[in-house]
């Protein structure tokens, strides 16, 4: 079966960085776009950053755009997001997402993704 394992999560201060990384297994990580949402407490799940299959295309939400990167190691089955000079907004549970549809290069809206991986806690304090 399909799974999306997240890592890298953690308590951290403002201005620090964090690296997540995303290990997926039961598909053929190739072929999936990749994305980044997250959600903070009494709010709703939002977009973060989305990666095409190639890595020739990207997109991020305004709020972390210059900030965070996404990559990606088709080798190893792996979708990493590098958050740089964390603010206390960006505390949320991070999750990321695999998307197999091939009309679609990146994608911003959560329901066109297929798989989802358990989330992991990133805090940053003020």
């Known amino acids: 079966q399909v799974q999306l394992v997240e890592s890298g999560g953690g308590l951290v201060q403002a201005g620090d960085s964090l690296r997540l990384a995303c290990a997926a297994s039961?598909?053929?990580?190739?072929?999936?776009?990749m994305g980044w949402f997250r959600q903070a407490p009494g709010k709703e799940r939002e977009f973060v950053a989305a990666?095409?299959?190639?890595?020739?295309?990207?997109d991020y939400a305004i709020s972390v755009k210059g900030r965070f990167t996404i990559s990606r190691d088709n080798a190893k089955n792996t979708v990493f997001l590098q958050m740089n000079s964390l603010k206390p907004e960006d505390t949320a549970v991070y999750y990321c997402?695999?998307?197999?549809?091939?009309?679609?290069?990146?994608?911003?809206?959560?329901?066109?993704?297929?798989?989802w991986g358990q989330g992991t806690q990133v805090t940053v304090s003020s």
């Open positions: 990666m095409a299959r190639s890595g020739g295309t990207t």
């Open positions: 997402a695999a998307d197999s549809n091939p009309l679609i290069t990146v994608s911003r809206r959560a329901a066109a993704y297929n798989y």
């Open positions: 039961g598909l053929i990580f190739s072929t999936y776009a």
